[in-house]
């Protein structure tokens, strides 16, 4: 991935191959692949830290302007990436990932 900042998606526009999207996933631990997304299910003991990380994703995702689905509840925090209007996995979702790790790592 060379990409720096997200960039906007266009429909069909840079949609990553599976061999691109595996070499992305080689450098980041525990997410995986589902359909046309990437997506880590981060583990806590209780609600209060499971809310806080969906909070840490709702501002990231806003400040990088690429906006991942969150769900969560006790215990858990699912970030959910894909390029919806290039209808696929882009290097965004593989830039924001990076850099959510970054931030909690």
Not at 39 to 56: I, P, S, W, Y
Not at 57 to 83: L, N, P, Q, R
Not at 87 to 95: H, I, R, W
Request: overall charge negative; glycine content about 12%; hydrophobic content about 40%.
């Amino acid at each position: 991935m060379t990409q720096t900042e997200c960039v906007p998606c266009a429909e069909g526009s840079g949609v990553l191959s599976d061999d691109m999207v595996q070499e992305g996933l080689a450098g980041l631990p525990g997410w995986a692949v589902r359909e046309t997304t990437i997506f880590k299910r981060f583990e806590f003991k209780g609600f209060a830290k499971a809310t806080q990380m969906a909070n840490l994703v709702a501002w990231h995702s806003d400040k990088m302007g690429h906006h991942a689905d969150i769900s969560f509840g006790w215990g858990y925090c699912e970030v959910v990436y894909t390029s919806h209007e290039a209808g696929g996995l882009t290097e965004n979702d593989f830039l924001c990932a990076m850099r959510l790790e970054a931030l909690v790592g």
